[in-house]
């Protein structure tokens, strides 16, 4: 059985029936014995940064939903490192949090886009020895890190695709929220 870590994936098996989580991908920010921390990366919402945060510019930095848990409030990850103080390493050139202040800053002076940076209203968590369990259920699949794909603009769409790529569950890619209408 492949490890939990930071910068790993959760992918949402097939036949999770959960609406919440249904064809999820979550990125793991945070993994310890305690806790495990992550973000659906692609589950996109129609509001923009600004819309949320004040004393912003109008922007073009679009917020996703990051899971059930504290849904007001707000959590990034970027390639910027040690540009944002205090940000925490995922894996390589991919990091979480930071001091927010100065990614205001950036934003009012043009020094940040999108591409080098992602929002999310909310997070996904779980208890210690939960993820294992529901790992053990096949409730996910857990692939590696892969900073393209945390930093890809995506929707559910992206599922289907990596579903594709993975012989073992190609034939469920195209799968319907509703099965009973297929």
């Not at 959590?75 to 927010?100: C, M, V």
């Not at 080098?116 to 857990?142: D, H, M, P, T, V």
Request: hydrophobic letters at 40%; glycine letters at 4%; one cysteine or more.
């Amino acid at each position: 059985m492949q490890k939990i870590k930071n910068g790993s994936f959760l992918i949402a098996h097939p036949t999770m029936l959960d609406d919440t989580f249904f064809k999820s991908i979550i990125l793991i920010t945070h993994h310890n014995f305690e806790e495990t921390v992550g973000l659906v990366i692609n589950n996109p919402s129609k509001i923009q940064l600004h819309d949320i945060i004040d004393d912003l510019p109008e922007s073009d930095f679009p917020v996703y939903l990051g899971g059930p848990v504290a849904k007001n409030s707000i959590h990034y990850i970027h390639d910027l490192g040690e540009k944002i103080p205090n940000s925490i390493q995922i894996f390589e050139d991919l990091f979480f949090g930071g001091d927010f202040d100065v990614v205001k800053k950036m934003i009012w002076n043009d020094k940040i886009s999108k591409d080098q940076i992602r929002f999310f209203a909310g997070y996904s968590g779980w208890e210690a020895n939960q993820l294992e369990s529901e790992l053990n259920e096949k409730s996910w699949i857990l692939k590696q890190e892969n900073k393209n794909l945390c930093m890809q603009y995506s929707n559910k769409d992206i599922w289907s695709k990596i579903l594709r790529k993975m012989k073992k569950y190609a034939i469920w890619s195209n799968l319907p929220k509703n099965p009973s209408l297929n």
